[in-house]
């Protein structure tokens, strides 16, 4: 199982960014998977879940309508699209797939957003 | 939202010590209750789920119980390479929220 997290990078108050995570050594189409932060010194924070077919999402209620996970299964690719980013949003982002229920038994290396002027 | 509340935020204990860390929900989540093991500068690694279900290729030091409320993981003869941040997680359902972490360290 391999979790290739990119996209990450400087970005601006207000600004937008797309986060991809790229999945191998799994049938990716057949598990739930998520994003989890952490900033700089802090603990972990769960940011949002998709289930395997895409249909169900989930978000904590601080990137509700700013931030949307999505997936294509036909490219083994998870994403986080996102929006109106804020300072409190500076984070190392892991991808993440979730076990049989959603806990996270497989983690990516990680993409740092930085959102800075 | 159901709180995680993880004590104590950090310990020190000696090689061979039995470390207890706990995780509190603030409402019932049965057993649907992780836990992971951060080292600095580490991914996380999941060492429990179902609260007491040792994950694959974990030592058999670690071990969970609890459910409901009250959880705890405990390291049974702490090693030097067990230095990290422990954190639980619940998964009863949206939010999947983390308790806070408890930094174990070698004295």
Known sequence: ?117 | DIQMTQSPSSLSASVGDRVTITCRASQGIKNYLAWYQQKAGKVPKLLIYAASTLQSGVPSRFSGSGSATDFTLTISSLQPEDVATYYCQKYDGAPLTFGGGTKVEIK
């Open chain 1, 1 to 117: 199982v391999q979790l290739v997290e990119s996209g990450g990078g400087l970005v601006q108050p207000g600004g937008s960014l797309r986060l991809s995570c790229s999945a191998s050594g799994f049938t990716f189409s057949r598990y739930t998977m998520g994003w989890v932060r952490q900033a700089p010194g802090k603990g972990l924070e769960w940011v949002s879940d998709i289930n395997d077919s895409g249909g169900k999402t989930y978000y904590t209620d601080s990137v509700k309508g700013r931030f949307t996970i999505s997936r294509d299964n036909s490219k083994n690719t998870l994403y986080l699209q996102m929006n109106s980013l804020r300072a409190e949003d500076t984070a190392v982002y892991y991808c993440a797939r979730a076990g049989s229920m959603s806990w996270y038994d497989y983690w990516g290396q990680g993409t740092l957003v930085t959102v800075s002027s």
